[in-house]
């Protein structure tokens, strides 16, 4: 059936706000900018090949690495990169061989450190020791990238969260739902957030705007 001519002449402006509203700076599609990451910037649009349509209901079938934590250091490692940069959190193994060691300074550290192992000296004791790269930091799971669970735990120091589980996304909320409050609180819900808390140029949340925890 044709359009009308009053529908060929209305749907361009629909078109237009409907841009409009899912490119406003409110939205939660700007990455780090207070909401989640833009979807497509972690996940594929479409089912990728060589998956059936009904072979799991698991959204990490559509991730665009391996795994969470490889596509994190999608964009939070740069190969190449020798001298510190905010957004980054991990060296490239190639960045950082035999007696150079990791170079970005994030709060967070480098994850380059848990594969970098040190032995000095001969024999046990006072002679000599050794300080293995799984004792360097948070062994977090990006497979894509050389990075594995700690050999020496299955589970947390004290806890029971599973050590092959560990990655990124298990302390950062790549969907951007969790928030802070002007009171201090934290919710999941509520006012929206229009920009990052997580920056020291970050704005303070105040009695209609969160910001930010990712």
């Given at each position: 059936m044709a359009r009308s001519p009053r529908i060929r002449q209305i749907f361009p402006v629909l078109l237009t706000l409907?841009?409009?509203?899912?490119?406003?700076s409110d939205t939660a599609e700007t990455f780090h900018s207070g909401g989640?990451?833009?979807?497509?910037?972690?996940?594929?649009?479409?089912?990728?090949?060589?998956?059936?349509?009904?072979?799991?209901?698991?959204?990490?079938?559509?991730?665009?690495?391996?795994?969470?934590?490889?596509?994190?250091?999608?964009?939070?490692?740069?190969?190449?990169?020798?001298?510190?940069?905010?957004?980054?959190?991990?060296?490239?193994?190639?960045?950082?061989?035999?007696?150079?060691?990791?170079?970005?300074?994030?709060?967070?550290?480098?994850?380059?450190?848990v594969k970098k192992?040190?032995?000095?000296?001969?024999?046990?004791?006072?002679?000599?020791?050794?300080?293995?790269?799984?004792?360097?930091?948070?062994?977090?799971?990006?497979?894509?990238?050389?990075?594995?669970?700690?050999?020496g735990r299955s589970s947390a120091p004290g806890g029971s969260f599973p050590a092959a589980q560990l990655s990124c996304i298990s302390c950062h909320d790549p969907h951007g739902k969790y928030r802070r409050l002007a009171d201090g609180s934290i919710g999941k819900t509520g006012i929206p957030i229009p920009a990052s808390g997580s920056y020291d140029t970050s704005p303070d949340p105040s009695g209609d705007r969160a910001v930010g925890v990712s």
């Open positions: 409907f841009l409009v509203s899912t490119t406003n989640g990451g833009d979807c497509i910037g972690c996940h594929f649009l479409h089912r990728p090949d060589g998956v059936s349509a009904g072979a799991s209901n698991d959204n990490s079938i559509s991730l665009m690495a391996l795994d969470p934590g490889s596509t994190c250091l999608k964009c939070h490692l740069n190969v190449g990169e020798k001298r510190p940069n905010s957004y980054l959190v991990a060296s490239a193994d190639g960045d950082m061989p035999s007696g150079v060691p990791p170079a970005q300074l994030s709060p967070g550290g480098d994850f380059g450190w192992s040190y032995s000095w000296g001969t024999g046990g004791g006072d002679g000599g020791g050794s300080s293995p790269g799984e004792r360097h930091g948070h062994n977090i799971v990006a497979l894509d990238y050389g990075f594995v669970q700690d050999a």
